[in-house]
Every structure is written in structure tokens, then in C-alpha cells.
T-cell receptor, first 111, second 111 residues
Framework: GEDVEQSLFLSVREGDSSVINCTYT??????LYWYKQEPGAGLQLLTY?????DMKQDQRLTVLLNKKDKHLSLRIADTQTGDSAIYFC???????????FGAGTILRVKS | EPEVTQTPSHQVTQMGQEVILRCVPI?????FYWYRQILGQKVEFLVS????????KSEIFDDQFSVERPDGSNFTLKIRSTKLEDSAMYFC?????????FGPGTRLTVL
């Protein structure tokens, strides 16, 4: 079945790199996404990767995809206090358009 | 930059009452979705809508729920007889391609 798992909490110091990990079960996923949710706010799309890629870089964000292990990671370089939020991993199925989300990782950045 | 908007931001209702949650998707998008997030739980898919009909729905989306695109710009979710367990944040999303953009959410509280 469809399932996406993430670690619940990550704490880093300002200026360090953060790495948030995600595993998924459906090998037919076509796209994988990272969304950010700040307190009281909606889901902001951060970045996404197509399933035939293994890496995508976008400024401070690097997404790594290991399709064999069904493992996705998001690396945030030079983490800032404004990066404190909940980060959701999501996958899109091969058929249909729905997204399946993980439970979210709370990133806390200490100054 | 175009965005998905939702009203109201917070709705309080009595158990058994009907509620309508409203969304204005991004104007050139073709696919529309509702998701919900019960406090402390995962974001869950409810329904997708394309070409004026439901294209996919989850087990959660039972006969108490309905969606409508009444006028070409709004997209609504109706819950006919609310239950306590319907209390959640409801997110509307829209997409033109594989990338879904989410609204800020409506927090529904059922008393």
C-alpha cells in the first residue's frame, strides 16, 4: 500500500546543514515533493523531483532520491531560524493525481 | 504570484450542522483537490475533481461529503451533517501539471 514515513523531529544550530529523510513504499511514484508548513499557515511547495532523477539542487536546497531504497532526503544548507517549520514529504502515484504525505518532520533551528 | 485562497480561515459549527468550505483555485488550473489534516496527524487526501466531476476519492469521502464547482471560479466542499471527528484543517489545492499548490486552509471545529 501507499505509505510515507519521516522522522518526527530534527534540531540543528543556525548555520549548520539540516538533512530531513523520508522513505516511501510505492515504487510507481512519479514525483516526490517537499512541502513546508509554518505555524498556522498552509503547505508551501519547496521543491520536487521527478522519479527518474537522483538529485536536484535549488539554491540552499538539495534533494536526493534513491529509488532502489525508496529513500528521499532534503538537505538545507546554512540553516536559518526562518527555516524552523514542519517539512512534509509527499509522493504522487503513477495513476491519478493525489498526493500521499508523510507525518511531517519538525525542524527546530537554534540560534 | 497567483495563489489558492480559502474562506473562512476558521469555522466553528455544532455537531449535525452542514458546513460549506470555499476555495478559489488558481485560475488556469484544471485539477482541484481537498485534503484534511486532523491535529497531530498526516495530511490526508479526500477528493480530486477534474472536468466537472470527481476523478478520485478516498474512503474518508463518504456520502456526508460533496464537492462542487458552482461558477467556474469557486470550488466548494460541503459536509452535510458534521461529526466531532470532522474537526480538522481542510486544505484546498489545485494543479495544472504534476505540481499541486495548496491554500492556507480552513480550520473546522465541530462542537
Amino acid at each position: 500500500g501507499e505509505d510515507v514515513e519521516q522522522s518526527l523531529f530534527l534540531s540543528v544550530r543556525e548555520g549548520d546543514s539540516s538533512v530531513i529523510n523520508c522513505t516511501y513504499t510505492d515504487s510507481s511514484s512519479t514525483y516526490l515533493y517537499w512541502y513546508k508548513q509554518e505555524p498556522g499557515a498552509g503547505l508551501q511547495l519547496l521543491t520536487y523531483i521527478f522519479s527518474n532523477m537522483d538529485m536536484k539542487q535549488d539554491q540552499r536546497l538539495t534533494v536526493l532520491l534513491n529509488k532502489k531504497d525508496k529513500h528521499l532526503s532534503l538537505r538545507i544548507a546554512d540553516t536559518q531560524t526562518g527555516d524552523s517549520a514542519i517539512y512534509f514529504c509527499a509522493e504522487r502515484m503513477e495513476y491519478g493525481n493525489k498526493l500521499v504525505f508523510g507525518a511531517g518532520t519538525i525542524l527546530r533551528v537554534k540560534s | 504570484e497567483p495563489e489558492v485562497t480559502q474562506t473562512p480561515s476558521h469555522q466553528v459549527t455544532q455537531m449535525g450542522q452542514e458546513v460549506i468550505l470555499r476555495c478559489v483555485p488558481i485560475s488556469n488550473h484544471l485539477y482541484f483537490y481537498w485534503y484534511r489534516q486532523i491535529l497531530g496527524q498526516k495530511v490526508e487526501f479526500l477528493v480530486s475533481f477534474y472536468n466537472n466531476e470527481i476523478s478520485e476519492k478516498s474512503e474518508i469521502f463518504d456520502d456526508q461529503f460533496s464537492v462542487e464547482r458552482p461558477d467556474g471560479s469557486n470550488f466548494t466542499l460541503k459536509i452535510r451533517s458534521t461529526k466531532l471527528e470532522d474537526s480538522a484543517m481542510y486544505f484546498c489545492a489545485s494543479s495544472r501539471t504534476a505540481i499541486s499548490f495548496f491554500g492556507p486552509g480552513t480550520r473546522l471545529t465541530v462542537l
